[in-house]
């Protein structure tokens, strides 16, 4: 299905609006590299907000035509679109929050990355360089803010949940905001969306007029995960393991709701750090939430990680069941214990130095036939070990789900292949199909296909 479209000449806002001829130049040059794929395909999806679609093939098939460049003019730059979403527009202007996530695209995509990306290559496996690239893409999207007080709860949950369950994020959202909570997610649809709206209104009766509603996506899945309007302050980092990380440098609390693979691949990550010996005392609040009628999900989420991970990781969260107002006031408790433990180790309160990430979680992991099969999902290893590992396989089931390159990947070669000692393939098995019974693997209304197979 194609949708209507239209062409325009658009104006950049903020940072770049004023540039220099050095870094125009620069941007002409690395515009017409190798990422102008990735920078159209995520220009795209911004534009394309709103859409119903959750497939990233879908997303590019119904806009063939659409292109982007960047034109050179005298007081600086402006970006040529052709063949766009006409839903980005009124009257032929551009929606002022879809301009301003369009040139976070261009900021995070060519301006910015591309030059911290070469100085973290330089020093690949070098945790430091890594952590410092996350903090300035983070400081240079105007995110991280010096608070008296940490505020800032991250909000994970799936994009594609029932009505009941996205009512129940908004509520939660709209009692975090009664309590001046700010809300971070993944920036899509879904339970990345309820919680920004209800933070809106509850901001909206405090009087609280700078709200934070960030998103933080990456060039893979923000095709599947649009940017939803109520976002502020977009980020797109250069992958999965570097998204993840902002997310828990950044947070100060971190609330889980219902979601499909992808909400257990941010589950086993978070863990996973949590486990590593030198973060034990590093409080990160972790709540599992959801209304009375998604009860049965977390106890098997419950139930998978202490068969895996053991009793010691089932001891690093806590699940509040159909009480919005208690998850709220839980959250808020948790941002104030971590006021404390930052106050006393002088630790920022905008970004979590402290916390020990060693490179399985932070070196990317690209999904292949080879490197899902070269998983290391046996027992005879640390927990926070095989939690990586473990992180890793449903992040390729979330790529073979809803990411160009996993779709091409499964269409050239056929299903992944997931093998491991065979009670854990037995339990994720289990947890997988309960996502599939369930409708979160894709949208209602889509046929879902899987596209792995385990192997006992």
């Known amino acids: 299905m ?11 806002e903020g940072k770049l609006e004023v540039l220099s001829r050095q870094e125009i130049a620069k941007l002409l040059d690395t515009s017409q590299t190798g990422l102008h794929q990735v920078f159209r395909n995520c220009a795209l999806a911004v534009l394309a907000s709103g859409n119903y679609l959750d497939d990233g093939k879908a997303l590019m098939t119904s806009y063939p035509d659409f292109d982007i460049r960047i034109v050179h003019r005298e007081r600086g730059i402006k970006l040529e679109l052709m063949r766009a979403p006409a839903s980005a527009f009124v009257d032929g202007e551009m929606i002022l929050g879809i301009r301003e996530h369009l040139f976070a695209v261009l900021r995070d995509i060519l301006f910015t990355s591309t030059e911290y990306e070469l100085q973290a290559q330089r020093r690949q496996h070098d945790t430091v360089a890594t952590t410092d690239l996350v903090f300035h893409l983070l400081r ?67 009087r609280i007029t700078d709200g934070r509603y960030l998103g933080f996506t990456e060039p893979g899945i923000i095709a599947a995960e649009s940017p939803n309007p109520i976002v502020n302050r977009l980020v797109i980092l250069p992958d999965i393991e570097k998204r993840l990380e902002a997310f828990v440098r950044a947070g100060h609390a971190i609330v889980v709701f219902p979601g499909g693979a992808g909400t257990a691949e941010e589950i086993l990550y978070l863990l996973g750090l949590l486990l590593h010996p030198d973060n034990r005392d590093i409080p990160i609040p972790l709540i599992f939430t959801g209304p009375a009628d998604s009860a049965a999900y977390f106890t098997q989420i419950d139930e998978f990680v202490g068969a895996t991970l053991g009793p010691s990781a089932q001891e690093l969260y806590e699940v509040i069941i159909d009480d919005p107002g208690q998850v709220a006031q839980a959250a808020r408790a948790g941002t104030q214990r971590v006021r404390e ?8 309160y905008y970004f979590n130095w402290r916390l020990k990430i060693e490179p399985d979680f932070q070196q990317p992991f690209v999904p292949t036939h080879a490197s899902m099969r070269a998983l290391d999902l046996q027992r005879n290893q640390p927990p926070d070990l095989l939690a990586a590992h473990l992180r890793r396989a449903f992040s390729g089931v979330v790529a073979g789900n809803v990411k160009l390159q996993g779709i091409a990947e499964i269409e050239r070669h056929g299903l992944f292949e997931i093998h491991g000692d065979a009670d854990i393939m037995e339990r994720m098995d289990s947890l997988l199909t309960a996502f599939i019974d369930q409708g979160r693997m894709k949208l209602p209304g889509t046929r879902y296909e899987p596209c792995y197979r385990i192997v006992r």
């Open 2 to 12: 194609e949708y209507p479209v239209i062409d325009a000449l658009v104006a950049p």
């Open 140 to 206: 240079n999207a105007d995110v991280l803010q010096r608070v008296k007080t940490p505020n800032l709860v991250v909000c994970w949950g799936g994009h594609s949940i029932s009505r009941i369950e996205y009512d129940y994020t908004k509520r939660v959202g709209y009692e975090m905001g009664l309590r001046g909570l700010d809300i971070c997610t993944g920036c899509g649809p879904g339970a990345m969306k309820g919680p920004m709206k209800g933070a809106a209104i509850g901001h909206a009766k405090q």
């Open 341 to 348: 433990y930052r106050k006393q180790h002088s630790d920022a």
